[in-house]
């Protein structure tokens, strides 16, 4: 049975691949209808179910505790630091390490610029009625969602290429894509099930770029075979991205707002941006900066996985999705 919340309205969903571009679009369309941002709630740091992170549920799968805590998100009844400013709480208080060398009191001094950056924009946001909650975490609950929930979701896909470029680029421990695959090779019902057509690379030695490209893949071909609804639809980036004005009506109108954001808000960069981001408006021209980025091992080895896996909506030799 659907669960009913926030008074009849449908829950509105953003889900996609980390480096998707998925916070730029949630802060887009909460900005333009007044809506509350709530962002990543099943990242372990504030989820109640962190053994939900990443898990793989399809459509006849029970789990009261999931339901109820997702429940209380979708309601607004569900407040953290993290959802609510985007910043891990443990890491805003100084730390002895954070002093211990001139490199770590520079990263820490960013940090807390960042924080308070996301302090302030956030902070105005916190009192608005209507959510709109984006995951990044939850690819692989899609067909539960819509069983569970009167839901209105968008998947949003970018090109392969560009994400795992992005990834290896930006690193650290967010982006580990060992611990990314772990989370998958350590869940029963995925590997019993969808992990059956990704048991050869599973087991296999890959390298970063391969395990990235693995990463999407297993995140993304599963929702990718589920049937478009009026209740469900997928995005590309690419194609929202260089022509606007068709696409962004298509978005506000799978989600059932009204208003479609404003030209000056698809200027901004996404709170979950690189630090390098000079404040001009991005060069979208084809969304193709990846492949001057991304080095020829790397391309040429996920080019092999794609094809390999049967990927066929994107090539690592045109930045743009096939029609």
């Known amino acids: 049975m659907k669960e009913e919340v926030m008074g009849g309205e449908p829950v509105r969903l953003i889900l996609g691949s980390g480096r998707s571009g998925t916070t730029w679009i949630q802060d887009s369309l909460a900005n333009a209808n007044d809506l509350r941002p709530v962002f990543e709630p099943l990242k372990s740091v504030s989820s109640k179910v962190p053994q939900f992170e990443y898990a793989f549920l399809d459509k006849q799968h029970q789990s009261p505790e999931l339901k109820s805590f997702l429940s209380d998100v979708f309601n607004g009844q569900f407040r953290s630091f993290w959802t609510d400013y985007r910043v891990p709480p443990q890491k805003v208080l100084p730390r002895w390490e954070h002093f211990s060398s001139w490199g770590k009191v520079k990263a820490y001094r960013r940090f807390v610029a960042r924080f308070l950056a996301n302090y302030r924009s956030m902070s ?61 090779c350590n869940d029963p019902f995925f590997m019993s099930s969808l992990g059956k057509r990704y048991d050869r690379y599973l087991n296999a030695d890959l390298s970063p770029a391969q395990m990235n490209t693995l990463i999407w893949a297993i995140e993304n071909q599963h929702p990718l075979e589920q049937p478009e609804t009026d209740s469900y639809r997928v995005i590309n980036y690419e194609t929202l991205v260089n022509h606007p004005i068709e696409e962004w009506p298509r978005v506000v109108q799978a989600l059932e707002l009204s208003n479609v954001p404003a030209t000056d808000e698809l200027n901004k960069p996404s709170q979950q941006s690189s630090s390098k981001w000079e404040g001009k408006k991005k060069d979208y021209s084809k969304s193709a900066k990846w492949m001057t980025r991304i080095s020829d091992q790397d391309r040429d080895e996920a080019d092999r996985m794609l094809r390999d896996l049967g990927v066929e909506c994107y090539s690592m030799d045109n930045p743009d999705p096939k029609s």
């Open 124 to 184: 105005g946001n916190l009192d608005r009625s209507g959510i709109l909650v984006k995951f990044i975490r939850a690819n692989l609950m899609l067909t539960w969602l819509q069983a569970n929930f009167n839901a209105r979701i968008v998947l949003v896909l970018r090109h392969p290429g560009a994400v795992i470029e992005s990834q290896l680029r930006l690193g650290g421990k967010s982006w580990n894509p060992v611990a990314r695959l772990a989370y998958y």
